[in-house]
């Protein structure tokens, strides 16, 4: 990555951060010393599925969504997790409080099949149980990319059909967005907009896409992308404050003439982009949908955590 190029993931570094504990099957260890075996599941085949969270002053919010995505990933890979939920999000908040964090993290929650007594594929070879780990960080989004914008170059890969890997799945196979994204880079744009099978805008390699024309907000159909629950909240957002949303499909020729682009994820909540294979999005600055949206989404995060509290 070059100087001048960004990420959604980008955040102030924080030195509180090389000293955090890390859950690993139950035990909590310091950074350093947090290991797996190269026998795992995860690191050995790719194995495994994970969720992303944040916590905004002492609340994980749109837990419940998170929860219900991991585990239902969990039934399509035939994956014991091997905790309920009440487990799991127990060692949550047992993560945190054992490195004293309230606010401005984010937490990485990963399950694989475990580690295996054999270098093979076959499930059946993991008879450890799961592995599980969670990494929770002082980690606040980078206001600056609100500024900055995101550059997007469209790339060959696509989000497949389902009959290969469903994109819906949160898993730890991310290869073919890891290649997406290098094919970006080496193009000088931040991120890969990532078409469907039938060169439709889809997505991008981490983020789910959002375009705006004449103050009406388009988005993916949803068959070939990341089932994103702050997607999700977005669109409910626009349906509750009469800001009119499609979900359809596009092309590149709606995406090119589009007055605004934003991203959506848990981490970045919603980045503008400025540009698209080279064409400039609304003179290379956020719009007013997108200042719009981004303060329902603020104002959604508060409101839940003084419901939840």
């Keep these: 990555m070059t100087d001048t190029q960004i990420s959604t993931h980008d955040a102030a570094a924080d ?23 190269v026998y795992d599941s995860g690191f050995m085949l790719g194995d495994g599925i994970w969720e992303g969270l ?4 002492g609340y ?5 969504e998170h929860l219900d995505r991991l585990f ?8 014991d997790i091997g905790k309920t939920r009440a487990e799991l999000v127990q060692a949550i908040h047992q993560t945190l409080d054992a490195n004293a964090m309230t606010t401005d993290v984010h937490l990485r929650v990963m399950v694989t099949r475990g580690r295996k007594k054999k270098p093979f594929q076959h499930p059946q070879l993991s008879v450890f149980g799961s592995t599980i780990v969670i990494i929770a960080e002082h980690s606040k ?6 500024h900055r914008g995101i550059r997007l170059h469209t790339v060959p890969h696509h989000r ?3 009959l ?33 099978p039938f060169g439709f805008v889809n997505t991008t390699n981490a983020c789910n896409l959002f375009i705006v024309r004449k103050g009406v907000v388009w988005t993916s159909t949803g068959d070939y992308c990341m089932n994103g629950i702050t997607r999700q909240k977005v669109i409910d957002l626009c349906c509750e404050n009469d800001i009119p949303v499609f979900e359809r499909n596009y092309s590149l020729v709606d995406t090119y003439g589009a007055d605004e682009v934003f991203l959506t994820g848990t981490f970045g909540a919603q980045t503008p982009v400025f540009e698209v294979d080279g064409r400039v ?29």
């Design 15 to 37: 030195a509180r951060n090389d000293d955090i504990l890390i859950y690993v099957d139950g035990d909590l260890v310091p950074r350093a010393e947090a290991k797996v075996s």
């Design 54 to 57: 944040r916590l905004y002053d």
């Design 60 to 64: 994980l919010s749109f837990l419940d």
């Design 72 to 79: 239902e990933a969990a039934l399509y890979i035939d994956l």
């Design 141 to 146: 989004p980078d206001e600056n990319a609100i």
């Design 160 to 162: 497949g059909l389902p």
């Design 164 to 196: 290969t890997q469903d994109s819906k799945l949160n898993s730890h196979s991310k290869l073919n967005c890891i290649i997406a994204l290098n094919h970006a880079l080496r193009a000088g744009a931040d991120e890969a907009l990532m078409l469907d």
């Design 281 to 309: 999005i609304g003179g290379g600055k956020p719009g007013p949908v997108f200042y719009q949206i981004r303060a329902l989404y603020k104002a959604l995060i508060a409101e839940s955590r003084i419901s939840t509290s």
